[in-house]
C-alpha cells in the first residue's frame, strides 16, 4: 500500500493529540519542529514518514 494520498497530502496526529498534515516536504519540517518544541524530541525523516498516513 502507498504512503501517498490522491493529492499528496500526508497526516501525522501526535501522541499529544496534534493533527499535522501536509505534502512530505511540508509535512517532515513541520513534525520534526513540534516534536522538538514541544516534546524535547529529535525525529528523523523517517521517524515522521512512518507515522505518516495517507489524508482520508
Do not use: W, Y
Amino acid at each position: 500500500m502507498s504512503k501517498k494520498s490522491p493529492d499528496g497530502v500526508l497526516v501525522v496526529e501526535c501522541a499529544c493529540g496534534i493533527l499535522m498534515r501536509g505534502t512530505v516536504d511540508e509535512l517532515v519540517p513541520i513534525v520534526q519542529q513540534h516534536a522538538f518544541e514541544s516534546h524535547n524530541m529529535k525525529v528523523t525523516r523517517e521517524d515522521v514518514l512512518s507515522r505518516a498516513r495517507p489524508e482520508a
